[in-house]
Structures are given as C-alpha cells and as structure tokens.
C-alpha cells in the first residue's frame, strides 16, 4: 500500500513522538510549532529538548511555524493542548486545507460537553475526522518501546489508511467506530490520574490507589455510556488501558499535579511549573458540569474537583469517598 503525506501539527512530546514514527516510515513530515524560536532550535539541534528531552530527531522530520506547509498532505495529525485546539483549526481552515484526513490526537473535553472531534468537524466540515488515543507515554514511543493504540473514525477506509501507517513500527494501532467512547475514555482518565496522585501524595499506600482505579473504571463507564459512548470501549486501550497507565505512572503529567496538591503545593504553582499542559485540570470542570446536567453520580470526579476548586483538602476529599454511604459494588 502506499503511504500518505503526512504532517503532524503541535510541536510538544506527543506529536514530536508522532512525527519520528512516521519519519522512521520513510516519510517526510513537516512538524508544525506555534513558537518560531522553538521550531528555529529543533531545526538546528535535531532534537526537542523542551518537550521531549534526549531524544534525537531525524532529518526527515520538517520544523515549521508556516501551517501552509503542512497544507499538501493526506493525513494530518492534530497534537495540540485542548485550549489551543480551537485556535489551531481556524489557522487551518485559514491556510485553505482541502478534504483531508485529520486524526484528532488531542484529550479533553470542552466546558458545554463538545468532544475534541466535534470542535474539528465544525471548523472544518470537509474533511474527515478520526482520533487517537490509548496508554502513550510520548517519551516511550519516541524511544522506540512498543505501545498500542485505537484509531476512532466512522469511515472505515480512512481508518485502515491510518492503521498502515503505523505497520511495521513499533506502535501497533487498532481501529474503532466508536469516536465518542475512544475520546471520553482518554479525556476522563486525566481526571482519576490526578486522584491517584493526590492518594500517593498523601501516603495512602498501594490498596488505596488499586481500589481508587476500579472504582474509578466503573465510574468512567457510567459516564461515559451516558454522554454517547460504547460501554464496551471503556474496556479497551482507550477506557481501562490508559487509565491504568496515567493512574500508576509517575512520568503522568495529571498525576504528578495530584501528588504534588497532596504534597501542600498550589495548583497555580504547580500548572505555572510545568512545560506542558495537564489536561485532568480543565476537564474535570466540564465532566463535572456535563455529570450534574445529565444526572450521573459521579463521587471520584466531585471531590478531584472540590480540591481543584480549593472547596476541599486533599485529605478531605479523600475522606469524604471513603465515609460514604455502604453499598453493593457496581460494575
């Protein structure tokens, strides 16, 4: 099969991750960053010491500030911050894309409920649009180590072309109809992540992050069945796989935010610290929202987002899930 062109857009660990796979393919891939001076470094360097630290890039790889050059290709991936996102497409749809594939890599959830894909398929009604998501630590991928992940998109020869990207890398992907379950499960997760931070910050030892996670697994589903997804997703790469991954990795940029809240830090300071964006913070304001408007219990994001919103400690807030009301498990 013949490989697509492909760009990649958002210059941060992710897509730099993205761009070395598809480099490593063979292909030429323009790599699109907001900021000239980081582009002007990579550009010089071979290397993304900002967002992706030690790892050396290949020249096959393009850094660019000029969205116009990522314009010409088949297949564009998006690997931008949620609050960029909206941003970003309407550079894009500026910059006169044609009906493209655009594989929507970002994770998050937007204030009145609207997935990442839905905010794409707005900007730029004539393309097609899928999304990426799973257990993807950047760092890893970029490395080298094998990962997996789900491709979500209703047209399934656009999913298959995306599927041969991948073949023969060491990123094995697998594909999906369900775009709304694939999605929320990797936006919710981020959310639990910063939870079982705050349990390890706090000392509560392994038995209490294991039975946060299943609980926070039933929780995610019940959610997310509610706001349009496939209760089944929830078991694959992007419901359960990445939750554990962002819940027990400390290389997770959500759970480091929990362990440090734990810890006595600000969030300001903490969110002020990091290089790159947490996106547990913003979307467990809109999951919050979207659980009360649609009527789901949802104890494990109620008190994450009491903490966020300074409405609790953190050892309050764990203490309020574990005092509740006795009750038969759920699944």
């Given at each position: 099969m013949i490989l697509p062109s492909v760009s990649v857009v958002?210059?941060?660990?992710?897509?730099?991750?993205?761009?070395?796979?598809?480099?490593?393919?063979?292909?030429?891939?323009?790599?699109?960053?907001?900021?000239?001076?980081?582009?002007?470094?990579?550009?010089?360097?071979?290397?993304?010491?900002?967002?992706?630290?030690?790892?050396?890039?290949?020249?096959?790889?393009?850094?660019?500030?000029?969205?116009?050059?990522?314009?010409?290709?088949?297949?564009?991936?998006?690997?931008?911050?949620?609050?960029?996102?909206?941003?970003?497409?309407?550079?894009i749809a500026s910059a006169g894309v044609g009906e493209v594939t655009l594989v929507c890599c970002t994770k998050g959830i937007e204030p009145h409920g609207q997935l990442m894909s839905e905010l794409v398929a707005r900007k730029l009604?004539?393309?097609?649009?899928?999304?990426?998501?799973?257990?993807n630590l950047a760092g890893e991928i970029a490395r080298g180590l094998p990962a997996a992940g789900v491709i979500g998109c209703e047209d399934d020869d656009a999913a298959l072309t995306i599927r041969h990207l991948f073949e023969g890398t060491t990123f094995r992907a697998y594909s999906g109809?369900?775009?709304?379950g694939i999605q929320l499960g990797g936006a919710l997760k981020n959310i639990?992540?910063?939870?079982?931070?705050?349990?390890?910050?706090?000392?509560?030892?392994?038995?209490?992050?294991?039975?946060?996670?299943?609980?926070?697994?039933?929780?995610?589903?019940?959610?997310?069945?509610?706001?349009?997804?496939?209760?089944?997703?929830?078991?694959?790469?992007?419901?359960?796989?990445?939750?554990?991954?962002?819940?027990f990795s400390t290389q997770s940029r959500n759970h480091q935010v929990g362990f440090r809240l734990a810890q006595g830090e600000s969030l300001e300071g903490i969110i002020a610290s990091m290089a790159m964006v947490a996106e547990g913070v913003p979307t467990t304001t809109s999951a919050h929202a979207c659980a009360h408007r649609l009527g789901v219990e949802t104890p494990i994001i109620d008190e994450i987002h009491a903490v966020l919103s300074s409405q609790k400690s953190p050892a309050q807030a764990m203490k309020a899930l574990m005092s509740r009301e006795l009750r038969s498990e759920e699944i």
């Open positions: 958002g210059a941060g660990g992710w897509g730099t991750a993205l761009a070395l796979l598809m480099a490593r393919q063979g292909i030429d891939v323009p790599l699109w960053g907001h900021d000239p001076e980081h582009v002007e470094e990579m550009s010089t360097t071979l290397r993304n010491e900002k967002y992706l630290s030690g790892v050396e890039l290949i020249p096959r790889i393009r850094p660019t500030n000029r969205m116009r050059d990522c314009m010409n290709s088949g297949v564009i991936f998006l690997a931008v911050p949620s609050k960029h996102l909206e941003a970003v497409v309407t550079e009604p004539r393309s097609t649009i899928a999304v990426l998501s799973g257990p109809r369900d775009i709304r639990y992540a910063i939870g079982a931070g705050v349990s390890d910050g706090l000392g509560l030892g392994e038995n209490a992050r294991s039975g946060l996670v299943t609980r926070a697994l039933a929780e995610m589903t019940r959610l997310g069945v509610a706001m349009g997804g496939d209760r089944e997703t929830f078991r694959g790469l992007s419901g359960i796989g990445d939750l554990m991954l962002t819940c």
